[in-house]
């Protein structure tokens, strides 16, 4: 199978910066799109950024000029950097990804990280 996991959630003020990161591990034999979600308290998850294996990618509207993702495909990692950070920006992160790995036979699925959480204060 396939296990995300995260790193680089904390607390900081408005107008401060952080990274995350998510790195995937497993049998891996190829990983299609990754992405950011994230969910504030009393809210439905929503995307924030997501890329393809090619590099291309989206963002939500709320992030566009503040936040921007990456990957780093021989590490099989993606990262977050999130500057100019609001307060409405508080949640817990979580990372996605679409994989391909091989158990005998070769299975594809969608997997989520265990989230990290991000506090804006103001």
């Known amino acids: 199978q396939v296990q995300l996991v995260e790193s680089g959630g904390g607390l900081v003020q408005a107008g401060g910066s952080l990274r995350l990161s998510c790195e995937a591990s497993g049998s891996i034999f190829s990983i299609n799109a990754m992405g950011w979600y994230r969910q504030a308290p009393g809210k439905q998850r929503e995307l924030v950024a997501a890329i393809t294996s090619g590099g291309s990618t989206n963002y939500a509207d709320s992030v566009k000029g503040r936040f921007t993702i990456s990957r780093d495909n021989a590490k099989n990692t993606v990262y977050l950097q999130m500057n100019s950070l609001k307060p409405e920006d508080t949640a817990v992160y979580y990372c996605?990804?679409?994989?391909?790995?091989?158990?005998?036979?070769?299975?594809?699925?969608?997997?989520w990280g265990q989230g990290t959480q991000v506090t804006v204060s103001s």
């Open positions: 996605n990804a679409d994989s391909t790995y091989y158990s005998g036979s070769y299975y594809s699925g969608n997997y």
